[in-house]
């Protein structure tokens, strides 16, 4: 070997050792930063997962700096080769790809003869409107629509920063329409098409609700019900009790969920903290939401934490630049009380140790105020993104067959 080709190999070798270290320097940073209550059931496990997903978002991070791919589309890379080798259906399952007015959705047909027609359900995946799939949520539709016989639509919408507001939720509502318009073909009841989600998902499938019930297509039924899990309700105030006590639980802290909302929403990060401290809400506008997000509208062993609130003016610039988030399309928990009468029986399931737990909890205070039936459930050990790994061996979470069992039981009321 002549010297030239040692120093050229001695050189990359250096480089990515350079890479190695700072890779393992910023997961280890990260991984400091985050806290695991004793109450979450396998907590080594929990430590591995986010180990391995904030690995993937700092090397996405470092290689996007580098100028040799997009963080985003190295992430969502990654989440689909977590997903391995496309299985084939289970016995009693038809599974097709398809496009409904021109969006991919998979449908999933139980293929067992039935006596009378099926319900229908609207699934819309989690992911921050950033990421998430339809393969990655293959496994969770699968056993929805096997466990209680429904047919299942999973939508893969527009995700952002590619396409904000209101793309991701145009495509939802286009692929229902088109499902209710053809809902005999696949031997279901067009009055029984329920919309769910979870997380991101969910707040799609609220945010579609309340669309339709004030825009409703005279050819076409209502939705249903809503089967909401985990979701991200409202962008008013990120320093609720939830949001404190869980601020640094994996897989979701506190500051992405605001990074979430903005990426979504218009994709300036430059206020990101702003809104995180409140001040993005003019002193009016907080008045009138306190009396839905006020932390006295929880029970009362939810409530620890909301001393730690934070008091601040709110920034009219910043104000500007957010206002579009307050709207009900992005933060139906801000809905007024005239549309989410309108609401279908919805049923809510939140978790213990998620920052996002009381949206769900206040959303499901304000519709019982209100009248509409709904159901509310709290997984003790959750924590958020639970049925991302549902289904995954090893990875699955006792939590997540627990919320299961809840979802296909109140699907099954439909």
């Known amino acids: 070997m002549d010297i030239g080709t040692a120093i050229l190999i001695i050189g990359v070798a250096a480089l990515v050792a350079a890479f190695c270290l700072l890779a393992i320097g910023l997961v280890f940073s990260e991984l400091m930063n985050s806290k695991i209550p004793p109450g979450i059931s396998h907590p080594g496990k929990l430590h591995f997962l986010h180990c391995f997903i904030v690995g993937i978002a700092v090397v996405g991070r470092i290689l996007e700096r580098l100028g040799l791919c997009n963080q985003v589309n190295f992430n969502r890379w990654c989440s689909d080769r977590m997903v391995g080798r496309k299985r ?5 399952l038809r599974i097709k790809d398809s496009t409904f007015a021109g969006v991919p959705v998979r449908i999933y047909e139980p293929t ?5 027609t099926r319900r229908g359900l609207m699934y819309f995946h989690g992911g921050g409107w950033v990421v998430g799939s339809i393969d990655l949520y293959d496994g969770v539709c699968r056993h929805i629509a096997k466990e ?21 939720l145009d495509d939802c509502e286009l692929a229902t329409h088109h499902f209710l318009s053809v809902a005999a073909e696949f031997n279901v009841d067009p009055l029984r098409v329920a919309l769910g989600g979870d997380s991101a998902g969910g707040n799609l499938a609220a945010a579609l609700s309340q669309r339709l019930a004030t825009s409703p297509d005279g050819h076409l039924p209502s939705p249903c019900g809503l ?8 962008m008013a105030d990120f320093n ?16 992405r969920m605001a990074f979430y909302f903005l990426q979504y929403l218009n994709g300036d990060m430059s206020v990101c903290q702003d809104v995180l401290e409140g001040r993005h809400v003019p002193a009016e506008l907080k008045l009138h939401y306190s009396k839905w997000l006020d932390p006295s509208n929880l029970p009362p062993e939810f409530r620890d934490g909301a001393q730690n609130q934070v008091a601040t003016a709110h920034d009219g610039e910043v104000y500007h630049i957010v206002k579009g988030g307050l709207e009900p399309g992005i933060s139906p928990l801000l809905a007024p009380d005239d549309v989410l009468r309108l609401t279908p029986p919805t049923f809510i399931l939140t978790c213990q140790y998620d920052v996002l737990r009381d949206d769900g909890i206040l959303y499901w205070k304000r519709l019982q105020d209100l009248g509409v039936k709904v159901t509310w459930y709290n997984v003790p050990d959750g924590f958020h993104g639970i049925m991302n790994f549902f289904s995954k061996g090893w990875m699955s979470f006792p939590a997540g067959v627990k919320a299961m069992e809840q979802i296909v039981s109140y699907i099954k009321t439909l």
Not at 151 to 165: D, I, K, M, N, T
């Open 88 to 92: 084939p259906p289970p016995v009693g």
């Open 112 to 116: 067992a003869v039935s006596e009378r």
């Open 148 to 168: 209680s016989d429904t047919v299942v639509v999973s939508v893969g919408y527009r995700l952002a920063p590619e396409h904000r507001f209101p793309a991701g």
């Open 227 to 234: 089967v909401l899990v985990y979701p991200a309700l409202q």
């Open 240 to 255: 609720l009790p939830s949001y404190w006590q869980n601020h640094a639980v994996p897989v979701l802290f506190r500051a």
